[in-house]
C-alpha cells in the first residue's frame, strides 16, 4: 500500500480542483446570495492536506488566464469548452485571497498550464532528492509519477504510485502519454487516432510498448488480437501527424522558466488578520471560530462599528470582551447590591445554568446577569464538585429574584428564553417581561441566514469566539455536568452568555426595530408565543405505551412479511437497508435502468427514485413500504414509550421558533410534525395519542389554509368567489379548467384540479405536474394554461412575486415576515428555478405559520381569561392543527368557541375556515 513520506512537497492542482468542487455538492451561499462552494470546497481540500500532510514547502497552482503555448500548436486545444460559469468566475478572486491569507504560495505562469508548472517543480524537486505529493484529480498527471512524485486525490482520498497507476489505468507512468495520445481527450479536444477508445489504446500498447514502436513498423499492429487490428496500420499511417500532434499536447512540459525554485515555496505564517476578515466576509462560521480561537485580535479585522450608524446601534458591542472583570457573586451584600442594580437597569440580560438540556429533568445550577458590557456576574446557586467553595442559597436566591423575574415592567433579554423559562418553572418562577430574544431576533431578520444559536451569533454578529460547553466540560461520556464543573472555568463560561447577550441585542435589536413589519412580527408573534410554547411543553401529551408496544409487534411482522417479499423477487436474501447490496440488486441483477447517481457516480436509491420506479417494478414499492415501516417503527413505536416522563407519566416535545426557513414551528425530541396521517400505520400511532379520564381529545385545524391565502394575496376574483361561496375549491376548479358545470364534475377530475391547485402554489411546472398525474407533459401544460386564462390573478401574482423576489432577495408573508432566498439570482438553472419555486411557495406557507401561531396566541388568551381551570389544555401543534385536551362534559361548551377563536386569527379576502373533531385520541378527532 501506497505510503506517502514524511514533509512531502505537496503541489495542488488549484484549477483542477476549483471545477470539481463548483459542480459538487453542497453549493452554499453567503445570505446575500453570492456563491462560495467552489471557494468552500478548495479551501476544506487545502485544509486537510495541510492538517495530514504538515508540509514545510507547498504551492497552489492555478491556470493563467488567456491561451497557452498548446494553442499555437493547435488552435482548436481545448475550444470546445464552455465559457466559465459567472458564478464560479466570481469565487475565483476570493479563493485566492484566502490561499495567499493562509499562507501557501500560489502560483499563475502566463503561457502555460497548472500541469506544466507542477510538472516542472515536481522534477526539480525530485533532483534535489525532495518527495513530492502532487493533489489533483487529473489523470493528466499519472506521467509524472515515479519514485519521487505520488498523486493523491483528496476528493476520494486516493494515493496513486507507480503500481497504483497501472492498476487503475492498465499501463505504466512513462506509457500515460501515448496512452492519452491514442484515445484522445475531449474534455481538452485532443483529437487522438479516429475510433480509438481506452480498450484499444490499451491493447496497442500492452502490444507494442509505445508509439514510436507503432510508427517504426505499424504493420505489427495487425498482428494483435484486439478488435480492428487489421485496419490499424493503414489507420497509423494517414493520421500519423495527428497522433504525433496529440502526443506533444497531451505532455507536460517539465521545463518551464520559472525564477524560483522548490526550496523558495515555504509555507508562510497565516495571516490571522485577513483570515478572519475573509472568513467572516464569506461566511465560513466554523474556520472563523477556530482563528479567533487562537488569538486572532479582531477589532481592525471585522470593522466592529465600523459606520456611524453601526455605532450609535450597538454602543458596547464593539468594547472588548474583559472576562477579568465579570463578577463572581457568593455573598449576601454582593447579591443585595446586584439586585439593586437589575431593578434599577432600563433592561438587563439573564441566562440560566443548568445540570441538562432537557428542560424537564434539568436543575438549576446558577444565573449569570449583564446590565452593560462592564457589568456582568455569575451567582452560582449548587456546583457540588469534591471541594467546592460555599455558595448562597439555591432557595434564597430565587425567593429574592422572583419578583424582579416576574415583573412585567422590569425588560429581560435572554437567548433562546423558551428554556431558561422552563428552568424557573421548576423553581415556581413565571419569567415575564421579555423584552426581546436575541436568537428570535436573528431568526426574524433573516431565517437563512445563519444558525441562530449564541456561539454562531457572536462570531457572526460580534466576531467574538465565546467559550464552548466542551472547553469547559469535556466531551463524549466523560463530559462532566454544569454543577460539577470548577467556578474558576464555570464563572467566565456563565457571565459570558449574558454579556454576549446582552451585545448581541445591542447589535439586532434596532435592525428588527428599523423595520415596521419586523419589529411587529418579533413583538407580536414571536415573543407572546414564548410562554405559550412553555406551558404546552410542560403539559405534554398522555400515550398509551402498551397499545404501541403492540404496534410495534405488528409492525415488525409486517416487516419481515416485506422482506420475504423482497428476497423471492431478487431471487436471495440482502439487507433491505443496505444502500449497497441494494444497488447490485435493483440495478444489476435485476437490470432494472438507473433513474438519476449519486454525486459519486453510483446508482442513486433516494426516495424520489424508488418512487418513480415503483411505477412500473414490484421491489422499489416494496422498498419504500418497509423504509416507512421501518422508521414509524423505530422513531415512535419503539421510542415512545422510552420517553415517557417519570415525573408526569407524559412526553415532553419541544418546539423550536428558530428552525425553519418559512416560520412554521418544528419540533424534537419526539418530532410530532413527521407522524404520517395519509397511511393506516401512521394513523395507527395517532390512536395511541389519548385522552386523560374525563377528557376528550379535541383537534382543529385550518381547512386549506394555504390556497385560502393564495387567493387573499393573488385576489382572483374566481378564485376569491369560489371561497367566498363555499364552495369546494377543487371541483369548482375542475369546473373552470374543463369547462364543464360544477354538479358535473368527475371525480378524476377533481383529483386532477386538485393536483393542479395545490402544484402550483408549491411552484410545480407541467413536467412536475405530469409525473404526478402520469400524463402527457403537453397534457399537463394544456391544464395549466387553462388554469391561468380562468384565475388570472393568479398568474400575475406568481410573476409578480418573482420578479419582487429577484429585485428585493426575499418575499414576505401577510404580517410582513421576510423570507430570504439567496439563490434567487444564482448563475446555475436549476438552483434559481428552486428558488423561484420557493419564492411562490414562501408567502402562503410562511403566512399560514404566522396564522396558527396568532391562534395559539389568541387561544391562549381565552382559555386564560374565558374558559374555567384545566377545563380546556392546548397540548400539541401540528402543520395547521391544534390539539386539545377537553373535559368530555364541557367539549359542547369549547367547540364552537375555539373554532371561532382560531377563524379569527387572521383576516381575509376569503373566510378562513376551521374545523373541529373529537374523540379518545388523536386519530378519532383528526
Request: charged residues 25%.
Amino acid at each position: 500500500m501506497a505510503e506517502v513520506p514524511k514533509n512531502p512537497f505537496i503541489l495542488v492542482d488549484g484549477s483542477s480542483y476549483l471545477f470539481r468542487a463548483y459542480y459538487a455538492p453542497p453549493h452554499i451561499t453567503t445570505a446575500a446570495g453570492e456563491p462560495t462552494g467552489a471557494i468552500y470546497g478548495v479551501v476544506n481540500m487545502l485544509r486537510s492536506l495541510l492538517k495530514k500532510y504538515q508540509p514545510s514547502h507547498m504551492a497552489v497552482v492555478f491556470d493563467a488566464k488567456g491561451p497557452t503555448f498548446r494553442n499555437d500548436m493547435y488552435a482548436e486545444y481545448k475550444a470546445n469548452r464552455p465559457p466559465m460559469p459567472d458564478d464560479l468566475r466570481q469565487q475565483i478572486q476570493p479563493l485566492h485571497d484566502i490561499v495567499r491569507a493562509l499562507g501557501l504560495p500560489l502560483l499563475c505562469i502566463d503561457n502555460v498550464e497548472a500541469d506544466d508548472v507542477i510538472g516542472t517543480l515536481a522534477r526539480q524537486a525530485g533532483e534535489e532528492g525532495r518527495f513530492t505529493l502532487i493533489s489533483t484529480g487529473d489523470k493528466d498527471m499519472a506521467q509524472l509519477v515515479n519514485d519521487h512524485v505520488m498523486l493523491i486525490n483528496t476528493m476520494t482520498d486516493t494515493l496513486l504510485d507507480q503500481a497504483g497507476v497501472v492498476a487503475k489505468y492498465g499501463v505504466e507512468p512513462e506509457q500515460i502519454i501515448d496512452y492519452l495520445a491514442l484515445m484522445g481527450d475531449s474534455s481538452d479536444n485532443i483529437p487522438g487516432l479516429p475510433k480509438v477508445g481506452e480498450k484499444t489504446a490499451l491493447a496497442m500498447l500492452t502490444g507494442m510498448g509505445s508509439i514510436d514502436a507503432m510508427l517504426a513498423d505499424p504493420d505489427a499492429l495487425a498482428q494483435l488480437s484486439f478488435r480492428g487490428a487489421k485496419t490499424m496500420p493503414d489507420k497509423l499511417r494517414e493520421h500519423c501527424d495527428i497522433l504525433k500532434l496529440s502526443r506533444e499536447l497531451a505532455t507536460i512540459k517539465l521545463d518551464v522558466a520559472l525564477d524560483f525554485t522548490p526550496d523558495q515555496l515555504a509555507i508562510k505564517p497565516a495571516d490571522q488578520e485577513q483570515l478572519v476578515s475573509l472568513y467572516q466576509r464569506y461566511e465560513f462560521k466554523r474556520w472563523l471560530a477556530e482563528v479567533l480561537a487562537e488569538g486572532a485580535s479582531t477589532d481592525q479585522a471585522l470593522g466592529l462599528a465600523a459606520t456611524p450608524a453601526a455605532a450609535a446601534a450597538a454602543p458596547t458591542a464593539g468594547a472588548p470582551f474583559q472576562p477579568d472583570q465579570y463578577q463572581l457573586i457568593t455573598s449576601m451584600p454582593q447579591l443585595q447590591q446586584w439586585l439593586e442594580k437589575l431593578q434599577q437597569s432600563e433592561y438587563f440580560a439573564v441566562d440560566t445554568e443548568t445540570t441538562s438540556l432537557n428542560y424537564m429533568e434539568a436543575e438549576l445550577v446558577g444565573m449569570s446577569f449583564a446590565t452593560s458590557a462592564t457589568e456582568v456576574c455569575y451567582i452560582p446557586l449548587a456546583h457540588d464538585y469534591p471541594g467546592a467553595p460555599e455558595q448562597l442559597d439555591r432557595a434564597e436566591v430565587l425567593a429574592l429574584f422572583k419578583p424582579l423575574l416576574e415583573d412585567t415592567k422590569r425588560q429581560k433579554i435572554g437567548q433562546n428564553l423558551k428554556y431558561d423559562s422552563h428552568i424557573l418553572h421548576r423553581y415556581g418562577i413565571k419569567l415575564a417581561g421579555i423584552k426581546n430574544d436575541t436568537m428570535l431576533n436573528s431568526y426574524v431578520l433573516n431565517s437563512v441566514a445563519s444558525r441562530h444559536d449564541m456561539d454562531s451569533l457572536s462570531l457572526q454578529f460580534l466576531g467574538h469566539k465565546s467559550i464552548s460547553f466542551e472547553e469547559i466540560a469535556g466531551k463524549g461520556a466523560k463530559q462532566l455536568t454544569f454543577n460539577q464543573i470548577a467556578l474558576e472555568q464555570a464563572a467566565p463560561y456563565a457571565a459570558e452568555d449574558a454579556d454576549v447577550t446582552l451585545r448581541l441585542h445591542q447589535q439586532l435589536w434596532p435592525q428588527v426595530a428599523d423595520v415596521t413589519e419586523l419589529k411587529s412580527v418579533l413583538e407580536t408573534i414571536e415573543l407572546p408565543l414564548v410562554p405559550i410554547l412553555v406551558a404546552m411543553e410542560q403539559q405534554g401529551v398522555q400515550i398509551d405505551a402498551q397499545q404501541l408496544a403492540l404496534q410495534s409487534h405488528e409492525i415488525a411482522k409486517e416487516l419481515q412479511q416485506l422482506e420475504t417479499q423482497a428476497y423471492e423477487i431478487a431471487g436471495e436474501t440482502f439487507n433491505l437497508s443496505s444502500t449497497k447490496q441494494l444497488q447490485t440488486i435493483l440495478f444489476e441483477k435485476l437490470q432494472i435502468p438507473v433513474q438519476k447517481k449519486t454525486p459519486k457516480g453510483a446508482p442513486s436509491t433516494a426516495e424520489d427514485v424508488l418512487q418513480e420506479l415503483a411505477l412500473d417494478y414490484p421491489l422499489p414499492d416494496i422498498i419504500l413500504r418497509h423504509r416507512g415501516l421501518s422508521k414509524l417503527k423505530s422513531t415512535y413505536t419503539d421510542k415512545l414509550p422510552k420517553m415517557v416522563n417519570p415525573r408526569t407519566g407524559r412526553i415532553h416535545t419541544s418546539y423550536h421558533q428558530a428552525v425553519t426557513a418559512t416560520g412554521r414551528l418544528s419540533s424534537s425530541d419526539p418530532n410530532l410534525q413527521n407522524i404520517p396521517i395519509r397511511n393506516e400505520a401512521g394513523r395507527r400511532v395517532r390512536k395511541a395519542f389519548t385522552a386523560p379520564a374525563g377528557y376528550s381529545i379535541m383537534a382543529i385545524d385550518y381547512s386549506q389554509i394555504e390556497l385560502r391565502i393564495m387567493a387573499h394575496l393573488s385576489q382572483d376574483p374566481a378564485l376569491v368567489e369560489a371561497f367566498s361561496k363555499g364552495r369546494d375549491i377543487h371541483k369548482a376548479t375542475a369546473a373552470e379548467v374543463f369547462g364543464v358545470a360544477l354538479d358535473a364534475v368527475t371525480s378524476e377530475q377533481r383529483r386532477r384540479a386538485k393536483a393542479v391547485n395545490f402544484g402550483l402554489i408549491y411552484g410545480m411546472s407541467a413536467f412536475g405536474l405530469a409525473r404526478q398525474l402520469d400524463i402527457p407533459r403537453h397534457e399537463a401544460q394544456l391544464y395549466m394554461d387553462k388554469y391561468f386564462d380562468r384565475f388570472p390573478g393568479v398568474l400575475r401574482y406568481m410573476e409578480e412575486t418573482r420578479e419582487q423576489a429577484k429585485r428585493d432577495g426575499y418575499v414576505k408573508t401577510i404580517y410582513g415576515r421576510r423570507l430570504h432566498l439567496p439563490e434567487i439570482k444564482a448563475q446555475n438553472a436549476m438552483r434559481r428555478k428552486a428558488a423561484e419555486r420557493a419564492a411562490i411557495n414562501a408567502p402562503m406557507q410562511g403566512s399560514a405559520a404566522d396564522i396558527i401561531k396568532r391562534a395559539m396566541i389568541a387561544v391562549a388568551d381565552f382559555i386564560e381569561t374565558e374558559a374555567t381551570t384545566d377545563d380546556v389544555r392546548m397540548i400539541m401543534q401540528v402543520h395547521d392543527e391544534l390539539v386539545f385536551e377537553v373535559k368530555t362534559d364541557k367539549v359542547a361548551d369549547y367547540q364552537a368557541k375555539l373554532v371561532a377563536v382560531m377563524e379569527q386569527a387572521a383576516e381575509l379576502q376569503v373566510p378562513l375556515i376551521a374545523e373541529a373533531g373529537v374523540g379518545d385520541n388523536w386519530d378519532e378527532a383528526h
